[in-house]
């Protein structure tokens, strides 16, 4: 089994389980029970201090997840109505994401575990991604394919069960996510690029440029968008570069990733003969995205199923989820504090044995 888990000979009892996330740049804390749902939830984002860098900054997001992390501890236990003796486990991101960021969360979460005399557990950052559709929907379960979109990932999962994945495409190089935020940089947009540039493209016109929608030619799940960031760039440097003429290749952009995703999530869904697509990270926040998923999916006959927009990006509601699904289960931490910075999803041990 992963270090990160280890097997309780019994399952811990249900109760509300405290999951705390500091991944990157955002400090999320909540309170979930599988018996009563959500509870409560508070998410501190630091972008106005990395906005000054133009990127996330590893120790000074570090430095803040210090500053931050008990006191909106404190504030989520409060809008839930606990005490901290309340709680029946403690849940918290071990990876994947920036070391220092993630051993803040873990040795504040193994700490607290320790002095309550409650299991902890490690939470896959992804696999909290990839279920929190279910924050939403309770009843939404396996099989389905899960769509992850975000700054640093862009993958197609099929879903057996919980904690079975098979990974069916992975991107190649830049993510969408990614891509979004440097086309945003390279046409002067203000950080965090990617939501400023989706912003610009609702007012685009269409059909005045036309990108390649990449890898969709040949067959395969994979993604690549490193390209489509260079076709971008020299259509913005021969260009006026007018408002109107950045309006129209932020939507022309924004369309090229829309379409590269939806063509290869219909794929997915062929290939796996699943009926529901989960779809979840940051850029599953993306309008154009979610309306174009929906239509196809009324179209081609499934489902689809997405987190509420607070729920797509990091947030420590999903950690909650993930990590009371698995102590109620029987898996917890080992006492000692490890995260993982680089952590495949498909070395998640199963929810449930065999």
Partial sequence: MNAIFAKRSVAVAGGPVLGIETSCD????????TARGLLAHTLYSQIRMHAEYGG??????SRDHVRKLMPLVRETLGRAGLGV?????????????????????AAAARALAWALGVPAIGVHHMEGHLLAPLLEDATLAPPFVALLVSGGHSMLIEVSAIGRYRLLGDTL????????????????????????????????????FRFARPMTDRPGLDFSFSGLKTQVLLAWQASDRSE?????????????????????????????????????????????????????????????AFPRLEFCTDNGAMIALAGALRLAAGQHAPAAIQVRPRWPLEELPPLHAA
């Fill in 244 to 304: 109107q003429t950045k309006a129209d290749v932020a939507r022309a952009f924004e369309e090229a990733i829309v379409d590269t995703l939806v063509i290869k999530c219909r794929r997915a869904l062929a290939a796996t003969a699943a009926a529901t697509l989960v779809v979840a990270g940051g850029v599953g926040a993306n309008q154009r995205l979610r309306a174009q998923l929906v239509q196809a999916g009324a179209q081609h006959g499934y489902r689809v």
């Fill in 56 to 61: 996330v900054v590893p120790e000074l997001a």
């Fill in 85 to 105: 003796t309340d709680l029946a486990g403690v849940a918290y991101t071990a990876g994947p994401g920036l070391v220092g960021a993630l051993l803040v969360g």
């Fill in 26 to 33: 955002e400090t999320g804390v909540a309170v979930y029970d």
């Fill in 173 to 208: 190089d830049d993510a969408a996510g990614e891509a979004f935020d440097k086309t945003a940089k390279l046409m002067g947009l203000p950080y965090p690029g990617g939501p400023a540039l989706a912003r610009l493209a609702q007012t685009g016109r269409e059909g005045v």
